[in-house]
């Protein structure tokens, strides 16, 4: 499976933003997809997660703040992100997981500053 972020970039605080992750093969419906984040210093955490049943999981810190979804048709998760801020600067990686099977994208970072 390979994965493609998109639509890092530089953000002001309080914009939102939208991640897409495009993902190859044909049982992308089967994984369960997650949106991780490095932050510079910091440990990396997972800050959104969806299964193939459509059960979601959020971080706290984001919790209100950032949505993700899928689109089995498209291969594609979303992770849409609203009211950003500057703690929330980091590089975003996206997650595909089936049974012990893992598989990361390249990253996207975005930066939130004004």
């Known amino acids: 499976v390979q994965l493609v972020e998109s639509g890092g970039g530089l953000v002001q605080p309080g914009a939102p933003r939208r991640f897409s992750c495009v993902a190859s093969?044909?049982?992308?419906?089967?994984?369960?997809m997650g949106w991780y984040r490095q932050a510079p210093g910091k440990q990396g955490e997972l800050v959104a997660g969806?299964?193939?049943?459509?059960?979601?999981n959020y971080a706290d810190s984001v919790k209100g703040r950032f949505t993700i979804s899928r689109d089995n048709a498209k291969n594609t998760v979303y992770l849409q992100m609203n009211s950003l801020k500057p703690e929330d600067t980091a590089v975003y990686y996206c997650?595909?997981?089936?049974?012990?099977?893992?598989?990361w994208g390249q990253g996207t970072q975005v930066i939130v500053s004004s």
């Open positions: 093969g044909s049982t992308f419906g089967a994984y369960v």
């Open positions: 997650r595909a997981a089936l049974y012990r099977a893992g598989y």
């Open positions: 969806i299964s193939s049943g459509g059960s979601i």
